[in-house]
């Protein structure tokens, strides 16, 4: 099994302030394909640093990463951007959705950049709202939508493009824990049955409990790293 | 709530959305000082044309016999009672003078033309009429008793006539009958425009009298410092100078006076557009602000401040940014006057302004008032602006507000 | 810096650029906050309703007051001996004036022609006397051209060879009436003594004090021959079938009386009457500024509102940038944004300014109160039916919508200049 994401020597300093800020550290760090691991740590750990790096939207002061196969700093912005739209899957804490278009529309606008033809997007927005059992909620517009609605909008987007990697930044953090649950076992369940590669940051221990594997961070540095109880059930 | 208290609020929270105030500031900045400049210009504009008038032979005031007006020949002049001189206060008087003013023909070898034939005290009327500030070539009449003649420049290239040469001059005198007399031309006058120079001549005003069989003049020209002393003179006049009209000059130029008139409400019209077009931007901004605090003022009804209290607050920063960018504005308009102030070359824009008779400088002139009507305006703008939505917004809920 | 085996290259995408994935995006953009959209299309609709209305009752205004200064005395265009604008006299005639009025007549947009000949000479009446500009007018032909017949008072126009019509103040001051004898005399052609006895038939008044206290009109051919002129004239005035096509009309003029005589001169209004020309381009130049002023402010606070709503989206484009589109699509989108607030508004601003127009145009503006005095002096008409101006209706809006945009513009550029890390933190 091959890696999709291969991290060397990462750091990243942030220099807007009067004191510079280390937020990652040299940090070496390998996502097997299929994988579903969390990073989690204390405020300031490095975990948002880390997931912003892999998912191109941030070049890192020093080291290299690589995203199924590529290594970013070859890519100049515009091709980060093209390398986003295909094969990063994205889902934040909140402010996920385009406001002025329906979930349909949402999940049809990705693939719309990326020019394909108005009834095959129809079909595949429709099939994945349907898959993650949101199908009803197509017409709706976020303002429309529950915190968790929205979220599983959120993945669905993120997935029909069928990418590589699908990075989350604390998608819980605005739920409450049972709809957490409902929105975790979504992702469990395109992670076994589409196989698709997730990494998420999170403080949150329900997700964490949801990961396979669990990456603890602190201070820029990563400080644990191990299976989880998910891995062998 | 106290005022000052208030106020303390409401200035620090200026400083919480320092992008968004700075801009709605720069805004009402810049349509202050266009308000300020362009009262300034057309106030300008309309001071011209009443010093036009005045200057045009005018005066602040003239008295004349009645009936001149409609036919303005010797035959109605009148005798100025001796050692007459008008009851006014030395401080307000620049000057006052005679004058003998008849049509007349000029003939010179080639060409004749009508004018108007002016016998003046030169000394005296330099001090209240444009003659006092246009250029001569040649001579300047060099007194009341000095028998020459002074044209207009553009009029002795009509004639075909030059300094020191003769022409004819032609007119009724006061008997009725006509009388014809050489004149030396002495000088010809430039001035600010080519129809005055066509109009009138100018020669002493004693051998000008003896010409014409007499010793009436037509009229009495009087030059203040302030226009606003001018129904105080007039009073005088009147009562020295039984059975002849005092006239202003607006009865004289109605139509410098009429657009004069006008002025004052162009000027109030601008300041409404220019205000009205600030309006829009100015309460979209205020409308935005507000709402964004719902949550704010939801947390300080909770804690107790009333309604009126929290309006009041945002009113008075709405009115704190009012008066800066007043204040800058203003400020601004001023140094765009004082940058002005040498006149506006109007030629370049409109070349050939001489030949309409009006100055080619455009000076703007800034009243005090029309600043204050600016001020006034512009505070009133931001009362409503932001009293309307802030009241809208303390009127939900406390916890309403506080959940959004 | 380890090399990993077989390093993929970038992918390549197809993207789609079309203008309708933008496009309907901003469309909905536009609505999201009513508001704040209608009062930003309220200011730019009432610049533009404001510039155009303005604008249009001024060029309106301006045109019937140019038209009826023209009809007064100097008519739309007038031809001349090339030397007698400089140095009116006698002896700067146009020869063989019939051939050349015939051939005005017959230049395209001519509606009408007459030939006046003009001297300065001395009118008295009884022992009084004054100097005046002496017209010799063709009576019949001067009612297709000039607004004076109509302006009679007492007695008639002119019909009989001795006829005489004089200005009400020369009336005055000469203390004529209709009836009396006047006599003219001035220098004619030869040098010698040009002398008219002729009869007052009518007296006329303009309003204007300088023209009523020097006018005096008399029959084309009596003051020809007194004059010794023969078939001379001093101004051929021309009337042309529009107010605005007189600029055209002139070389059409030229063009016809070219093989007659090569001393000509073809003056329009504009040489013939330069002050009014000084007015209504000053008028004009100060209008321009201070609709520049207004245009400004509304498109500053277009610009303001746009700043307003570009930062408070910023976390929105930062996800938008992170799901993959590119810096220079969103900058359209709001740029799409900005075209549709100014269109709308603009479209407004038009139907306004139009609707107003319309109705103004059908009732008149009444000048009276406003200007008073100024009718006689301005040669106004008593009431004003305004047009809209062409060239404004495209001209203002089109202005508009090129300032709105760069206005957007300068908050769109920084859109582009985010790193989505650094909008997607915005706010948190």
Redesign the interface.
């Known amino acids: 099994m091959s890696n999709v994401v ?1 991290c ?1 020597g990462l750091s990243r300093v942030y220099t807007s302030n009067a004191v510079p800020v280390h937020a990652l550290q040299d940090v070496d760090f390998d996502v097997a394909e299929g994988d579903f691991v969390s990073l989690s740590g204390p405020s300031g750990s490095g975990k948002s640093t880390l997931l ?1 790096l892999i ?1 191109a ?2 070049r890192p002061t020093a080291g ?1 990463v ?1 995203v ?4 970013l700093a ?2 100049s ?3 980060l ?7 990063i ?2 889902v ?1 804490q909140a ?2 959705l ?4 329906s979930a349909r529309e949402n999940v049809e ?2 693939m ?4 394909i033809h108005a009834s095959e997007r129809r079909e595949r927005a429709l099939e994945i709202l349907h898959a993650l059992g949101i199908g009803e909620l197509a017409e709706r517009r976020p303002g429309e939508l529950s915190g968790g609605q929205q979220q599983r909008v959120a993945v669905a ?1 993120a997935v029909v493009t069928r990418p590589a990697l699908l990075l989350a930044d604390e998608p819980s953090a605005n739920l409450d824990s049972k709809t957490t649950e409902t929105l975790l076992e979504l992702l469990r369940r395109i992670n076994l049955e589409r196989g698709v590669t997730i990494v998420t940051a999170t403080h949150d221990p329900i997700v964490i409990r949801y990961a396979r594997r669990s990456v603890q961070l602190k201070d820029g540095r990563i400080v644990a790293d191990a299976r989880t109880a998910a891995a062998n059930a | 709530m106290p005022l000052l208290l208030l106020s303390r609020l409401g200035w620090r929270n200026l400083w919480r959305y320092r992008r968004r105030n700075l801009m709605l500031f720069t805004a009402i900045m810049v349509a202050v000082a266009g308000c300020v400049l362009i009262s300034a210009l057309i106030r300008g504009y309309q001071y011209d044309m009443m010093d036009d008038a005045i200057d045009n032979l005018t005066g602040n005031l003239k008295v004349l016999a009645p009936g001149y007006r409609a036919d303005p020949s010797i035959a109605r002049g009148f005798r100025v009672p001796p050692a007459f001189a008008p009851d006014v206060p030395p401080a307000e008087l620049v000057g006052w003078t005679e004058r003998v003013r008849v049509p007349a023909v000029v003939i010179s070898e080639r060409e004749t033309r009508g004018v108007t034939l002016i016998g003046i005290d030169p000394a005296e009327e330099r001090a209240i009429s444009f003659l006092g500030s246009v250029a001569i070539r040649g001579d300047a009449l060099a007194g009341p008793d000095d028998g020459r003649i002074l044209l207009g420049r553009e009029l002795a290239r009509q004639l075909d006539t030059d300094v020191g040469r003769r022409i004819v001059v032609m007119t009724q005198g006061a008997d009725g009958r006509n009388r014809e007399a050489g004149f030396r031309v002495a000088g010809l006058y430039d001035a600010a425009g080519t129809a005055i120079e066509k109009a009138y001549a100018f020669t002493g005003i004693r051998p000008f009298q003896a010409l014409l069989g007499t010793d009436a003049v037509t009229e009495i020209s009087v030059r203040l410092r302030d226009d606003e002393f001018g129904p105080h003179a007039d009073a005088e006049l009147r009562k020295d100078l039984s059975g002849l009209e005092v006239l202003d000059w607006r009865t004289l130029e109605p139509q410098a006076a009429a657009m004069f008139q006008l002025a004052d409400a162009a000027i109030l019209i601008w300041f409404v557009v220019l205000l009205l077009a600030l309006a829009f931007g100015l309460v979209n901004t205020l409308i935005t602000a507000v709402l964004e605090r719902v949550r704010e003022f939801g947390m300080l009804r909770a804690l107790g401040m009333r309604r009126g209290a929290i309006v009041a607050q945002v009113v008075i920063e709405s009115v704190l940014i009012v008066l800066a960018g007043l204040a800058v504005g203003i400020a601004v308009g001023l140094a765009l006057v004082a940058y002005f102030s040498a006149g506006i070359d109007l030629s370049r824009w409109a070349a050939g302004i001489e030949l309409a008779g009006m100055r080619n400088k455009l000076v703007p002139h800034l009243m005090w008032h029309d600043v204050a009507a600016v001020g006034s305006l512009a505070v009133a703008l931001g009362l409503f602006a932001s009293a309307y939505p802030a009241w809208r917004a303390v009127r939900i809920e406390p916890l309403d507000a506080l959940r959004r | 810096m380890p090399s990993d085996a077989a390093l993929l290259p970038a992918p390549r995408v197809r993207r789609a650029t079309g203008i309708g994935l933008i496009g309907s995006i901003a469309w909905r953009n536009v609505w999201r906050n009513r508001q704040r959209t209608w009062l930003s299309i309220g200011g730019i609709a009432f610049a533009v309703m404001l510039i155009l209305a303005a604008r249009s009752a001024q060029i309106s205004t301006m045109a019937a007051m140019l038209d009826n200064a023209t009809r007064l005395l100097t008519g739309h265009v007038q031809v001349q001996n090339v030397a007698y604008a400089d140095e009116p006299s006698l002896r700067h005639a146009v020869t063989d004036a019939t051939a050349v009025a015939r051939a005005v007549a017959a230049a395209p947009h001519v509606t009408a022609v007459a030939q006046r000949a003009i001297a300065f000479a001395l009118v008295s009446v009884g022992d009084r006397s004054y100097g005046a500009e002496v017209f010799g007018i063709d009576a019949a032909a001067e009612r297709s051209i000039s607004s004076l017949p109509d302006m009679v008072v007492e007695g008639r126009w002119l019909s009989e060879p001795t006829d005489a019509v004089l200005g009400s103040l020369m009336a005055r001051n000469l203390g004529a009436k209709v009836g009396d004898e006047v006599v003219v005399l001035g220098s004619g052609l030869d040098g010698g003594v040009a002398a008219l006895s002729l009869t007052v038939a009518g007296i006329v008044e303009t309003g204007t004090a300088e023209l009523d206290r020097a006018l005096i009109d008399v029959p084309l051919a009596t003051f020809q021959d007194a004059f010794g002129l023969g078939d001379r004239a001093h101004v051929i005035v021309a009337r042309v079938d529009d107010f605005m096509n007189v600029d055209a009309a002139v070389p059409g003029i030229e063009r016809a009386v070219a093989p007659i005589a090569s001393d000509l001169a073809v003056l329009s209004w504009r040489k013939l009457l330069p002050e009014l020309v000084q007015t209504v381009e000053l008028k004009g130049v100060t209008s321009g500024v201070m609709f520049a002023l207004i245009a400004f402010l509304v498109t500053f606070s277009v610009f303001n509102t746009f700043m307003m709503t570009v930062f408070e989206r910023t976390r929105e484009f930062g996800m938008l940038l992170a799901i993959g589109m590119r810096g220079g699509g969103i900058v359209g989108m709001l740029q799409i944004e900005a075209a549709w607030l100014a269109l709308l508004g603009a479209g407004l601003g038009v139907a306004l300014a139009t609707l107003l127009i319309g109705w103004l145009g059908r009732t008149g503006i009444p000048l009276g109160e406003v200007a008073g005095e100024m009718l006689r002096r301005y040669h106004m008409p008593d009431r004003v039916y305004p047009r809209i101006d062409a060239v404004a209706l495209f001209g203002v809006p089109l202005l508009m919508l090129c300032a709105t945009q760069l206005a957007a513009l300068i908050p769109s550029l920084r859109v582009r200049a985010l790193t989505p890390v650094a909008a997607l933190r915005v706010g948190a």
């Open positions: 291969v060397r912003n998912g939207l941030d290299r690589t199924d196969g590529v290594d070859t890519l912005d515009p091709q951007a093209d390398l986003r739209l295909t094969k899957g994205f934040f402010y996920n385009v406001p002025v278009l606008f990705i719309q950049l990326q020019g987007r």
